[in-house]
């Protein structure tokens, strides 16, 4: 029933910033927690961040802890993906997560919607 939907990424330089989007539809995740993992071509996927839609809580991935902040509009349905200094090791693909139950992991398979995902390229 939920769809995610993944917009924002492109092709930045070093030190610049880049703001991605992941939309709800489908049904509503007010109760739950929403989140961001990236996959780099070869390597594993890993957590980025996440949030509890009721009330902002957060956490994140030590990669990018202090650079990148997650937020989420509650009117809009929408979560984001603020991030700033990007490094070269940040290039990948962003997907947007999400899951009715409050939750604390980082753990990709707790995580029951995922979006299409969106492409974040930097260059040096």
């Known amino acids: 029933q939920v769809q995610l939907v993944e917009a924002g990424g492109g092709l930045v330089q070093v030190g610049d910033s880049l703001r991605l989007s992941c939309t709800v539809s489908g049904g509503t995740l007010s109760s739950g927690t929403m989140g961001w993992f990236r996959q780099a071509p070869g390597k594993e996927r890993e957590f980025v961040a996440a949030i509890w839609v009721s009330d902002g809580t957060n956490y994140y991935g030590n990669s990018v802890k202090g650079r990148f902040a997650i937020s989420r509009d509650n009117v809009k349905n929408t979560a984001y993906l603020q991030m700033n200094k990007l490094k070269p090791e940040d290039t990948g693909v962003y997907y947007c997560?999400?899951?009715?139950?409050?939750?604390?992991?980082?753990?990709?398979?707790?995580?029951?919607?995922w979006g299409q995902g969106t492409q974040v390229t930097v260059s040096s």
């Open positions: 997560t999400g899951d009715p139950r409050q939750m604390w992991t980082r753990q990709e398979s707790q995580y029951d919607y």
